[in-house]
């Protein structure tokens, strides 16, 4: 299968694909990991997450061109390009306009549907959530874009997932400068997750957002609470549904 990193940073598209591999051990499945050719090199807000949309899409269809590829994963929390490459009409976030690095924003008009991809499509937020919401468990999110909050409680909503969801919890200071200091990062999320436990009544925790794989893997092993990880969450749904009777 292929993982496909909808923002520019190769050194996150090999974590991820190193956690992708990592649970999928004993499966068979071997995982190629790609990263978008342009756009954001971070999706903090909702006009970076549209923006990567395209750059998806064209990886996506770039690594369907090859012998390798029986399954697509996007690894982004906000699903980017997963409604395009499944033939569906495309959805902006919500603001009427998008990132562009070279020129600034500008206008997004609606994005018509496509044809499907012949391959199956997970996004790690679509996957972790449903994970996570798993026989009407009570789930919230950590993480560290605070920006995207009206995005994320649209894509719960789409899910059919708001009545499990019982909010997000967001680190404080910078994304960017959060993601350049491990520990502080790790710190950070812990106490977003205790946050959701604790205030929220959360029985389960999403860690929202694929590049914070490492910290939610870590966060797994010391928390109480079931901690979600997207990314391995992505690849537990695309072996069962490659497992599944055709």
């Given at each position: 299968?292929?993982?496909?990193?909808?923002?520019?940073?190769?050194?996150?598209?090999?974590m991820?694909?190193?956690?992708?591999?990592?649970?999928?051990t004993?499966?068979?499945?071997?995982?190629?990991?790609?990263?978008?050719?342009?756009?954001?090199?971070?999706?903090?807000?909702?006009?970076?997450?549209?923006?990567?949309?395209?750059?998806?899409?064209?990886a996506?269809?770039?690594?369907?061109a090859?012998?390798?590829?029986?399954?697509?994963?996007?690894?982004?929390?906000?699903?980017?390009?997963?409604?395009?490459?499944?033939?569906r009409?495309?959805?902006?976030?919500?603001?009427?306009t998008?990132?562009?690095?070279?020129?600034?924003?500008?206008?997004?008009?609606p994005?018509?549907?496509?044809?499907?991809?012949?391959?199956?499509?997970?996004?790690?937020?679509?996957?972790a959530l449903?994970?996570?919401?798993?026989?009407?468990?009570?789930?919230?999110?950590?993480t560290?874009?605070?920006?995207?909050?009206g995005?994320?409680?649209?894509?719960?909503?789409?899910?059919?997932?708001?009545?499990?969801?019982?909010?997000?919890?967001?680190?404080?200071?910078?994304?960017e400068?959060?993601a350049?200091r491990?520990?502080?990062?790790?710190?950070?999320?812990?106490?977003?997750?205790?946050?959701c436990?604790?205030?929220?009544?959360?029985?389960?925790?999403?860690?929202?957002?694929?590049?914070?794989?490492?910290?939610?893997?870590?966060?797994?092993?010391r928390?109480?609470?079931p901690?979600?990880?997207?990314?391995?969450a992505?690849?537990r749904?695309?072996?069962?549904?490659?497992?599944?009777?055709?």
């Amino acid at each position: 299968m292929v993982l496909v990193n909808p923002n520019t940073s190769a050194a996150t598209t090999r974590m991820m694909t190193a956690l992708a591999r990592r649970a999928l051990t004993g499966t068979g499945l071997r995982v190629r990991g790609v990263t978008a050719a342009d756009g954001p090199p971070m999706l903090t807000d909702p006009h970076a997450l549209d923006a990567a949309v395209p750059f998806v899409v064209a990886a996506a269809h770039a690594a369907l061109a090859s012998d390798d590829c029986a399954a697509l994963i996007v690894a982004a929390f906000g699903d980017p390009g997963v409604p395009e490459l499944r033939g569906r009409p495309g959805r902006t976030t919500g603001d009427t306009t998008a990132y562009d690095a070279g020129a600034g924003p500008g206008p997004l008009g609606p994005r018509a549907a496509t044809t499907p991809v012949p391959v199956p499509v997970v996004g790690i937020g679509e996957a972790a959530l449903a994970e996570a919401a798993a026989d009407g468990r009570r789930f919230g999110i950590a993480t560290t874009t605070p920006r995207l909050a009206g995005s994320i409680a649209a894509h719960v909503e789409r899910l059919g997932l708001a009545p499990s969801y019982t909010g997000a919890r967001f680190t404080a200071g910078a994304p960017e400068r959060l993601a350049a200091r491990p520990e502080s990062l790790l710190a950070a999320l812990e106490a977003a997750v205790r946050a959701c436990v604790v205030r929220d009544g959360a029985e389960a925790v999403v860690i929202g957002g694929g590049p914070l794989g490492e910290a939610a893997e870590v966060l797994r092993s010391r928390l109480a609470v079931p901690v979600v990880a997207p990314v391995p969450a992505a690849c537990r749904r695309i072996a069962r549904m490659l497992a599944a009777p055709s």
